[in-house]
């Protein structure tokens, strides 16, 4: 599962990359120099780990679920500390949700009182 994963993540920024390319967008190269197939679906597994990690708010297992896929003992690093950002982007985003919620519903409650 986790080589199909690689290697779909890898294709898919390949063409991505290629398609950017064609477009008429500057070098890449330039911007991402030493980025190759095996670092694209590395960065595309600690993506996996931070979104994993944001949704269940489990960054440790998030961690180690990914770590167990790739092996990559380079990826430990990064892979911490994606996956504990990934909690605390969703915790503010959840409260700013919440925030605009509470706000909307008092709003209306104004308005229902005004009517009556």
């Not at 920024?13 to 670092?39: C, F, K, R, V």
């Not at 994993?52 to 896929?69: D, G, H, K, Q």
């Amino acid at each position: 599962l986790g080589v199909a994963f690689h290697g779909a993540a890898a294709s898919g920024l390949d063409a991505a990359i290629g398609e950017l390319q064609q477009l008429g967008a500057a070098d890449l190269a330039t911007y991402l120099p030493h980025l190759s197939a095996a670092d694209r679906s590395s960065f595309a597994s600690i993506g996996a780990a931070a979104t994993l990690a944001a949704v269940f708010r489990a960054p440790l297992t998030a961690s180690l679920l990914i770590f167990e896929l790739t092996r990559g003992y380079e990826l430990v690093l990064p892979l911490l500390a994606a996956a504990g950002t990934g909690p605390l982007v969703a915790i503010t985003f959840a409260a700013a949700a919440k925030r605009s919620s509470a706000e909307a519903a008092a709003r209306r409650g104004e308005a229902d009182a005004g009517r009556a």
